[in-house]
């Protein structure tokens, strides 16, 4: 179908997913997409998060992908990688999250049920407490550190502490002495 071409460029960049937000911003209409999706073209993954059906096996950052496009069904909003989960992306301590967390805007709400891995917290991030690891928005290890400590994990903080400090990290003021 030749108005999903210009979704492969996109979603190359993405291990193959993007959302109907996406889409439509390429042309693309959720009718195209639905039809695509009942001939076998795309993946519908969750609600407004589609995969390209021939697209090469998904990496291990699928499950990532999909959980910062799943807030983007009907906003412009792509969640950020967070607390625990951009902890293991920076490879900071050993911890291997049970879920994946997320930050969205304080004033998204999404009324639709989550999905059960996704844990979402609510922040207005600013531009520098934002970088990409792997091509996924992610909060910085400062940031990342802050809302760890936040949470009151005192081993995984630690364990992230010694992390930064061994790779001379930037450490936010107020945890330099933890």
Same mark, same amino acid.
């Given at each position: 179908?030749?108005s999903?071409t210009?979704?492969?460029?996109?979603?190359?960049g993405?291990?193959?997913?993007?959302?109907?937000?996406?889409?439509?911003?390429?042309? @693309?209409?959720?009718?195209?997409?639905?039809?695509?999706?009942?001939?076998?073209?795309?993946?519908?993954?969750?609600?407004?998060?589609?995969?390209?059906a021939r697209?090469?096996?998904?990496?291990?950052?699928?499950?990532?992908?999909q959980?910062v496009?799943?807030?983007? @069904?009907?906003?412009?909003?792509?969640?950020?990688l967070?607390h625990?989960?951009?902890?293991q992306?920076? $490879?900071?301590?050993d911890?291997?999250?049970?879920?994946?967390?997320?930050?969205?805007?304080?004033?998204? =709400?999404?009324? =639709?049920?989550?999905?059960?891995?996704?844990?979402?917290?609510?922040?207005?991030l600013?531009?520098?407490?934002?970088?990409?690891?792997?091509?996924?928005?992610?909060?910085?290890? $400062?940031?990342t550190?802050?809302?760890?400590?936040?949470?009151?994990?005192?081993?995984?903080?630690?364990?992230?502490?010694?992390?930064?400090?061994? =790779?001379?990290?930037?450490?936010?003021r $107020?945890?330099?002495?933890?």
């Amino acid at each position: 179908m030749a108005s999903l071409t210009a979704l492969y460029d996109l979603a190359e960049g993405q291990d193959g997913y993007f959302s109907t937000t996406q889409a439509q911003a390429e042309g @693309v209409s959720r009718h195209t997409l639905a039809k695509a999706a009942a001939r076998g073209q795309l993946l519908r993954t969750s609600r407004g998060v589609y995969r390209l059906a021939r697209y090469p096996e998904a990496s291990q950052h699928s499950h990532l992908w999909q959980a910062v496009l799943w807030p983007q @069904v009907r906003t412009n909003v792509l969640a950020t990688l967070s607390h625990y989960t951009a902890l293991q992306l920076h $490879e900071l301590s050993d911890v291997n999250p049970e879920y994946t967390h997320i930050t969205v805007p304080c004033a998204l =709400r999404i009324k =639709r049920k989550q999905p059960p891995d996704l844990v979402i917290h609510h922040a207005d991030l600013r531009a520098h407490e934002v970088q990409y690891v792997d091509g996924l928005p992610t909060t910085t290890v $400062e940031r990342t550190l802050r809302d760890v400590a936040a949470m009151g994990n005192s081993v995984a903080l630690h364990d992230a502490l010694r992390d930064a400090r061994a =790779r001379k990290l930037a450490i936010p003021r $107020e945890l330099a002495n933890v």
